[in-house]
């Protein structure tokens, strides 16, 4: 009997890992970091529970680390399997695995360099090497195509939404002469999005894994960018810098465009935008070379993508973020990460929070633990580096900007499902989230629901 194991993002947000076994053959799908609290983090670090070696394949339904952080310490432990995804994703994954090696690295000599770390020394989870080992394992499956693994199990993937390049996972199960179908959402994304498309309505199936992250809210219906537009020109009347945390892949560039729309449209005057990322660079040059995967065109005079106008100012280099630090109002600076866990955006707190002209602008889901949590639950100081850091500047919320679906757009993607299915299983998102979204289910749909415990195992009859 087929069986499947939550390993990941079960009653908590990040994390996401499944395991699927059938007939002695095995998948997994997701491998992502957990982020958060320490508790959380530290499940990173923990040996995996099945011997990589002895799965063939990992099925990846995107490129946020929180679904493929954990990939390449998979690799360092024996996996030499089949890494399958869209091509889009297999393109933001090298960026963004190489990037994430990277910012560890860079953590772990700050911390070692100044003396911050009760381990001697400080490791990241995983290296360049690493990261290379990995890539060398991907292959790419475009939506739509069905992809057999070898007898016992087959695949496709189907339009998430969600971000670039994002993909729900229809899975199908032949055992004993019978077939067992299995969705795993994914990141359902947002309908009508800044950029990402309508995600595509699940399918009928006899087991759905459903993503929880906003299952107890609904987003508000304040427009986009009406609340950009005030805090911009609140924050350029003090004199202020915007600094925004924003999620690399994705959150960047929908930011970029919606500021452009604001300056196209003659509702602020040009300003330049700082994006300090390697990774949103040249996640941005990939969302401008997938062209027609997106909602909207982003074609600029000329041929030019929209995300590379004028006023958009790239920094790579450690030197350049660091010459930010010196720069005036009206300016904006975009920098990851988005949920404040690392990176550069750290940097750029210590240096701006402490300023009350300043606003930092929080655009997404910020999980239990992060940073940008207790900002948003209105910490008067900031740790960062073992600092305290005060909190002067203003904190804003750009509400509705999130790439999950809410409760009643979740129900809306399973508009399509009239026949009941055996179980739905609501994961990725915290335990509260979790709870109301399954007994919302039940309520308007009928259908049988769980939320399961981490590394439960149930089975799929």
């Known amino acids: ?50 011997d990589p070696a002895a799965i063939p394949h990992v099925i990846l ?3 946020h680390l929180d679904h493929i952080g954990r990939v390449p310490r998979l690799v360092k432990h024996g996996f030499r399997g089949r890494i399958l995804c869209t091509p889009a994703t297999r393109e933001l994954a090298e960026i963004l695995l190489e990037d994430a090696a990277h910012l560890q690295q860079e953590d772990a000599d700050y911390l070692n360099r100044k003396g911050l770390t009760k381990h001697s020394p400080a490791l990241p989870l995983f290296d360049e090497e690493d990261v290379e080992a990995s890539l060398r394992l991907f292959e790419t499956v475009p939506l739509g195509e069905t992809r057999d693994l070898g007898g ?35 990141d359902v994304g947002r309908f009508d999005a800044v950029l990402a498309k309508d995600p595509e309505l699940a399918p ?93 065109s982003l074609a600029g005079i000329g041929g030019r993508s929209l995300l590379h106008g004028k006023w958009v100012h790239l920094h790579r280099t ?9 720069v005036k109002g009206p300016a904006v600076i975009i920098s990851s990460s988005g949920m404040l866990a690392g990176g550069r955006i750290l940097h750029h707190c210590r240096v701006r929070l402490p300023h009350a002209e300043n606003t930092l602008l929080i655009t997404g889901y910020q999980a239990a633990g992060t940073l940008g949590r207790a900002l948003l639950d209105h910490a008067r100081f900031a ?12 904190v804003a919320d750009l509400k509705g900007m999130s790439g999950h679906a809410d409760a009643p757009e979740i129900l809306r993607w399973l508009s399509a499902v009239r026949k009941p299915p055996k179980r739905i299983f609501l994961t990725h998102g915290e335990n509260e989230a979790a709870e ?10 009928g259908f049988s629901t769980h939320v399961p415990d981490m590394n439960e195992t149930v089975a799929l009859d």
């Open 152 to 186: 016992t199990f087959s695949f496709s993937f189907r339009d998430a939404g969600h971000l670039l390049g994002a993909a729900s996972i229809d899975l199908r199960i032949r055992e004993a002469g019978r077939e067992t179908r299995v969705l795993f959402s994914g």
């Open 204 to 296: 009928e199936a006899d087991y759905l894994i459903v993503e929880s992250t906003y299952g107890n809210r609904v987003h508000a219906a304040v427009p986009i960018l009406e609340q950009l537009e005030v805090v911009l020109k609140r924050t350029f009347a003090r004199g202020g810098v915007l600094l925004i945390p924003a999620f690399a892949v994705g959150r960047a560039q929908q930011m970029i465009y919606l500021m452009d729309d604001l300056v196209t449209n003659g509702r602020l005057r040009p300003f330049p935008i700082n994006l300090d990322s390697p990774m949103a660079i040249d996640a941005t040059r990939i969302y401008s070379q997938f062209a027609d995967t997106h909602r909207v």
């Open 318 to 326: 450690r030197a350049e973020s660091e010459a930010l630090n010196g």
């Open 61 to 63: 339904t995107h490129t």
């Open 1 to 50: 009997m087929a069986q499947l194991t939550f390993l990941g993002a079960a009653r908590t947000v990040t994390g996401s890992q499944y395991l699927v076994e059938a007939a002695g053959a095995r998948v997994m799908i997701d491998c992502g970091m957990f982020q958060g609290d320490k508790a959380l983090r530290e499940r990173n670090w923990v040996e995996p529970v099945s």
């Open 436 to 445: 109301a979204l399954a007994a919302r289910i039940t309520k308007e749909r």
């Open 383 to 394: 740790r960062i580096h073992k600092t305290d850091v005060p909190v002067l500047a203003e």
